[in-house]
Nanobody, 125 residues
Framework: QVQLVESGGGSVQAGGFLRLSCVAS????????MGWFRQAPGKVREGVAR????????YYSDSVKGRFTISQDNAKNTVYLQMDSLKPENTAMYSC??????????????????WGQGTQVIVSS
C-alpha cells in the first residue's frame, strides 16, 4: 500500500521560504514520477512541479518557475519542494502525488495515482 506523507508547511511572510517534504512508503522513488499540487480556497487544484525520478528531469508551472525547486533523496525515499520568494497568492494546501508510470510530461492530475493528505502553506503580506 502506497502512502505519501507531507510535512513542512506553515505560515511565512511574503518573500520568505519553506521546504516541503513528501515521504513515500510502499513506493520506490528511484523510478516513476512524483509531483506537487496545490489548491487554494475556492479554486481548482493545480500542478506546481514534477520530477521524473529515474532521470531527475523536472517540470514547473509558469507561476513558480525560478522560485520553486523540486528534488529527490532516494536514500530517504523523499521528494522535496523548496519554495523561495513566496507570495501571498501561493497560499494553498500543497499535496504530493506519485505515479506508477515513468511517463509524466507535465504535471497533470490524471498522470498520478497516489496522493498525500497535504500540508497547509500560508503566506502573509
Amino acid at each position: 500500500q502506497v502512502q505519501l506523507v507531507e510535512s513542512g508547511g506553515g505560515s511565512v511572510q511574503a518573500g520568505g521560504f519553506l521546504r516541503l517534504s513528501c515521504v513515500a512508503s510502499g513506493y520506490a522513488i528511484s523510478n516513476g514520477c512524483m509531483g506537487w499540487f496545490r489548491q487554494a480556497p475556492g479554486k481548482v487544484r493545480e500542478g506546481v512541479a514534477r520530477i521524473n525520478l529515474g532521470y531527475g528531469s523536472t517540470y514547473y508551472s509558469d507561476s513558480v518557475k525560478g522560485r520553486f525547486t523540486i528534488s529527490q533523496d532516494n536514500a530517504k525515499n523523499t521528494v522535496y519542494l523548496q519554495m523561495d520568494s513566496l507570495k501571498p497568492e501561493n497560499t494553498a494546501m500543497y499535496s504530493c502525488a506519485a505515479a506508477r508510470s515513468a511517463y509524466c510530461p507535465r504535471v497533470r492530475e490524471g498522470d498520478f495515482d497516489y496522493w498525500g493528505q497535504g500540508t497547509q502553506v500560508i503566506v502573509s503580506s
